[in-house]
């Protein structure tokens, strides 16, 4: 894949006049984003049949991990088998579980702090969202922000011993408390940068309130797929990827049978989407995690346009990741 292809944007900005409907409160800013052909038979009997909106949502945690590759700058996407809400090609993250939200050893901002910059309901459901990304990223991954203190972070996290870890504590059989205890260390909480939350538009069986977060992977430690899940997961360049928007490149590359053939459109969620452009606008990862981002809450609402179930959403109004959405990334694509 060339980095000399010209990144156009994924998504398209439609006139207003082409979203009547169901959701016809939605502003002129707002942004379309084609249902997947695997769901779009859940969206046409979700409108079609009147079903009641506001299926209960779960919470979920993602990691988005940034590095600085040759050409710019680099993210860790990985597969996910089945219809996820976090979407069949996504970053490391899964459902929260009740023991995230335990007494585990830990450094950085408290659950308090976390719950004012999360917006969550309480301190113990941010609690259990920053526990569950770091959970989530470890059993998927292997990267483990842990450390034995607020000045060091484990360097190591391969090996057979590890990966045993990670199986067990994915299957339920050991708490993520239990293991850091094991090795004297602390969630290095303070490592994660807030980035939004997204979540499932009402017409899925299967709803998430996904917490995002940015980190750099600790020097010394490599991602490993988990043995047991793990079926694909790559660093890409983010500009290039975008600059297959259209393409079945990622989908062919992957090699599964719910990726071949298909566009990079079908695979990403509106969510993923939006956090990969944010990563192509900036120059390298530190400018990244250093950006001070308010955390907007998002969902995607369906429409239709010209006899097509489309999802829409559009850009906050406060200063954020997603304020230059339409009016940089998608002029080039409107002239």
Known sequence: MSNQGMYTGALKTLPRSDAPTPSASLPAAARYFRVPRA????????????????????????????????????????????????????????LITPA?????????????QWQAVLQTEDAETAHAAVAGAIREA????????????????????????????????????KTMAEYLGKRGLKLRTDLLRPLARWQSPDFRHQRCDIHYFACAVPVGQKFCLLASKGSWGEWLNVRELLATSGQTWLGDRIGADTTRSLPLEELLTPGVLCILESLARSSNAVAFLAQKRKVEIKKAEIVQVDGEY????????????????????????NT
């Open 100 to 112: 995230d939200a335990e007494p585990v050893p830990w450094v950085g901002p408290s659950p308090a």
């Open 138 to 173: 470890f059993e998927e991954t292997g990267i483990l922000l842990a450390g034995s203190d607020s000045m060091s972070v484990t360097e190591h996290s391969d090996g057979l011993e590890q990966m045993d870890a990670r199986e067990m504590i994915a299957a339920g059989d």
């Open 39 to 94: 769901l779009q038979s859940a969206a046409r009997s979700f409108v079609e049949n009147g079903a009641v909106t506001g299926r209960s949502l779960r919470q979920a945690a993602s990691v988005v991990f940034v590095r600085d590759g040759a050409n710019g700058l680099e993210v860790l996407l990985t597969y996910r088998t089945g219809v996820s809400p976090l979407g069949v090609v996504t970053f490391p993250g899964g």
């Open 310 to 333: 489309m999802l829409a959403f559009t850009s906050p109004t406060s200063p954020g990741i997603w304020e230059k959405c339409s009016s940089q990334l998608y002029r080039s694509n």
